[in-house]
């Protein structure tokens, strides 16, 4: 995970505490050096999310932290040995962390589970000889390696320590580092969350180029590129099962966690107008788009009357080619030839209007991003109907050099 902190200052009262600090943190040990009195206490507290900075942005991976529920996410993934950790002198070292990991949510429901997580991080820190014994009779250092291991209870992706070695003798002291310089290489060894660079790359080219693609029938990376470029990066978009699904998975960016919704894993036809109904109910000020295949569509186009009736307002796009689409893929990688996957479609504009929704058939390329704005104007319900070429091949085999398998 890459941490990213842009102009940010924090004031308490009429103390600069910090001012325009741009700072990024990425995979591996990070160290903070400075006097006492320099912000460091305040820079990781704000990295911690226990304090909100006064001006400025701090990005963790997808998150941002000015925004508490990105924050709750981001502590399910953080550790934080605070420079003050206090703790019970009369509990052992093994209820400690048993209580500890309680209240964090591990392994809360399975007893075995957690006492043998407890007991490995008693083994990491070096600890296991003194699990059984009180707090009240460990060192400084011992209560420091106490200390990480309840921040390491959630195994989480960015640990932060303050001042961990402060008071310690150079032999803990050394034993500290060494805890702390196995887990940051344990952490750079992990895959990078921002997924292959290769693929990232040759996904953004392919929707930069298709930007100017006007042929018609529209090719699916045209589509994504105009529906991307029309909504922000906290905007919805709600992907069915299909063929565009794979184009979705594939080729949309996504900038937010939550806005993007795949229905994947059961693969549900039919699952993008139920689920963007529900979306805008629970972000009712985000745009939400939903892009079905017309297959996928037509099993659940009942549910229009649900989003009429309750006035969510999301665009349906519906990608039309008259064909189980992934399925005549799936039958053509296997099989070399296809069938029982065509089908003759209703007119889908007629269709939506026949349940009181505003529909426009897309009839040539550069018709769709102008009519897709104003349909996310609108305050009910709509649907554009768009007639797909999906001869372009999803796997992108000739961009990435190798096969990349999609389900
Ligand atoms: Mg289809």
Not at 221 to 233: E, F, K, M, N, Q
Not at 324 to 341: E, L, M, N, V, Y
Request: hydrophobic content about 45%; some cysteine.
């Amino acid at each position: 995970m890459i941490i990213e902190m842009t102009s940010v200052s924090k004031v308490f009262g009429r103390t600069r505490a910090l001012e325009g600090v741009d700072l990024t943190v990425t995979p591996g040990m990070f160290g903070l050096l400075g006097a006492n009195g320099a912000g460091k206490t305040t820079l990781m507290r704000l990295l911690a999310g226990v304090l909100r900075p006064t001006s400025g942005s701090i990005r963790a991976g997808a998150w941002q932290l000015t925004r508490a529920a990105d924050r709750r996410e981001f502590q399910r993934v953080l550790g934080y040995l605070p420079q003050d950790l206090r703790l019970y002198p009369d509990m052992t070292a093994r209820a400690l962390l048993d209580y500890i990991a309680i209240l964090k949510g591990v392994a809360v429901a399975d007893r075995r589970q957690r006492h043998d997580t407890v007991d490995a991080l008693l083994e990491t820190v070096a600890l296991s000889d003194a699990a059984q014994r009180k707090l009240g009779g460990f060192s400084g250092g011992m209560l420091r390696r106490v200390g990480i291991a309840q921040a390491l209870l959630n195994n989480p992706a960015v640990l932060i320590v303050d001042e961990p070695t402060a008071g310690l003798d150079p032999e803990e002291r050394l034993r500290f580092r060494n805890i702390l310089s196995r887990l940051a290489e344990e952490c750079r060894g992990a895959v990078s969350a921002g997924g292959s660079p290769r693929l990232r790359d040759a996904t953004l080219r392919l929707l930069e180029d298709a930007r100017t693609d006007d042929r018609f029938p529209i090719q699916p990376p045209r589509l994504l590129a105009d529906i991307r470029a029309a909504l922000g990066r906290d905007d919805v978009l709600v992907s069915d099962v299909g063929l565009h699904k794979l184009w979705i998975g594939r080729a949309f960016p996504a900038y937010e966690p939550g806005t993007t919704l795949i229905a994947n894993g059961l693969a549900g036809m039919g699952f993008a107008v139920p689920a963007a109904i529900a979306a805008k109910l629970v972000r009712p000020r985000a745009k939400v788009v939903a892009v079905s295949g017309d297959g996928g569509f037509l099993m659940n186009v009942q549910e229009l009357e649900t989003a009429r009736r309750l006035g969510t307002a999301f665009v349906n796009v519906v990608w039309e080619n008259g064909q189980f689409g992934s399925i005549a893929w799936k039958q053509d990688t296997r099989f070399g030839r296809h069938f029982g996957t065509g089908f003759t479609n209703p007119d889908f504009a007629r269709l939506a209007e026949s349940f009181g929704l505003p529909a426009w058939q897309i009839r040539n390329t550069t018709e769709f991003a102008p009519r897709l704005a104003h349909a996310l104007t609108l305050d009910m319900p709509s649907l554009l109907a768009v007639p797909v070429d999906y001869s372009l091949d999803v796997a992108m085999t000739a961009d990435l050099g190798a096969p990349v398998t999609a389900t």
